[in-house]
């Protein structure tokens, strides 16, 4: 199987290389594409020294394309890519919402990827990454209790914006720490000592569209047109890991104990639930490892019989690159692509 990796450059690009580094995926070439200000860069998987070059035109040659280049090359450029037989495994939001495209998490949803014939080619989209980390602690949940409504608040790291939003949180905390002005380009204002409600457009409805993100995916992933979710989605200076603060109406009433050791035997999730020693779920616990965290659960104060949690995933893990090396893994285990 060849595999090409297009935006090798970026945040979620180097988290992907470090992911293949461990995992089983088998891949006779891999070669790696970006931009002309990043071609000739040399970045290492498993043991071999790789150059990345600038992405071409038209085809790749490849047979699963891991695109990792944002939605303004995605949206054009994918569809091409599949149609020349190559399955795509995107990480933008360019094609989450079309009924045709299989929107993945594969411990909730891999099933999905068995009934499309991938034999000449096509697209798998990869989930906005604060709805990936929410999703894993929330489909086992709906399973047993059945989620009526949720409330989720999130706190989300810099690295969300890519490798720029972390050197720009890193820019001005250098800068405010030595009395000098601060600037802001990647985000709507200055991060360092503070928190931004508002990452991507504000929509008609007066949320942004990454909180409307959080309920289209949630609903498509787990199956579940009728769950109603409202998010508050806010930006906070830290370099890696997204948390959440999720409050879920359920149609069973459920019990903080029950709810522990049903997540306790959830795959991809680690329950970090003991307040007395100061245990529960933190970026700095988080960050850089594939299973998520959750903790604080306990019995609702607003609704009857519902649960409150606290969730933090790496995103450019869980939340991008990991999820998009597990979908390739569960496509060549259960024998979709080559
Ligand atoms: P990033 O750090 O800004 O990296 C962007 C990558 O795309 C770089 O390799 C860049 O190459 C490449 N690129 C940009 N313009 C290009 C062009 N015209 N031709 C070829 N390559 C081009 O962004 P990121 O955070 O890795 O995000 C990448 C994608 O993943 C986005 O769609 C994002 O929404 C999605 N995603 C990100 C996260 C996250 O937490 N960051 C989570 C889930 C999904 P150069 O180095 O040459 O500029």
């Given at each position: 199987m060849k595999l090409a990796i297009v935006g090798a450059s970026g945040a979620v690009g180097h988290e992907l290389l470090s992911v293949l580094e461990k995992s089983s995926l088998q891949y006779t070439e891999l070669r790696l594409y970006a931009s002309p200000r990043s071609a000739g860069t040399v970045l290492e998987c498993r043991g071999q020294k790789l150059t990345v070059e600038v992405m071409p035109e038209g085809r790749i040659e490849a047979d699963v394309i891991l695109a990792s280049a944002g939605a303004s090359i995605s949206k054009p450029l994918a569809p091409v890519w599949a149609q020349h037989g190559a399955v795509v495994i995107d990480n933008?939001?360019?094609?989450?919402?079309?009924?045709?495209i299989p929107l993945i998490v594969p411990e909730i949803n891999g099933d999905v990827l068995e009934q499309h014939d991938w034999s000449k080619g096509g697209i798998v989209a990869n989930p906005n990454c604060t709805t990936a980390i929410a999703v894993m602690a929330l489909a086992p949940i709906h399973q047993k209790y059945g989620i009526k409504r949720a409330i989720v608040s999130t706190y989300q790291a810099t690295s969300g914006a890519g490798a720029k939003g972390m050197s720009e949180l890193l820019e001005q905390t250098k800068n405010a720490l030595e009395n000098k002005p601060v600037s802001n380009e990647v985000?709507?204002?200055?991060i360092v000592f503070n928190v931004i409600p508002h990452i991507d457009s504000f929509q008609d409805n007066g949320y942004t569209k990454e909180e409307m993100k959080v309920a289209w995916e949630t609903r498509k992933i787990m199956r579940a047109p009728n769950i109603k979710l409202s998010c508050t989605a806010v930006r906070i200076p830290t370099l890696r890991t997204h948390s959440e603060a999720i409050t879920l109406d359920l149609e069973k009433p459920a019990k903080p104990d029950d709810v522990r050791a049903l997540l306790e035997t959830a795959p991809g999730v680690e329950v970090r639930d003991n307040p007395s020693e100061k245990l529960y779920p933190m970026p700095l616990t988080a960050s850089g490892k594939y299973a998520v965290e959750v903790g604080r659960i306990r019995s609702s104060e607003v609704f009857d019989g519902g649960i409150d949690l606290f969730v933090a995933g790496d995103q450019l893990l869980k939340g991008a690159a990991l999820n998009a090396v597990q979908v390739a893994e569960y496509m060549q285990y259960k024998g979709l692509i080559k």
């Open positions: 933008s939001s360019a094609f989450r919402y079309d009924d045709n985000f709507a204002h200055s």
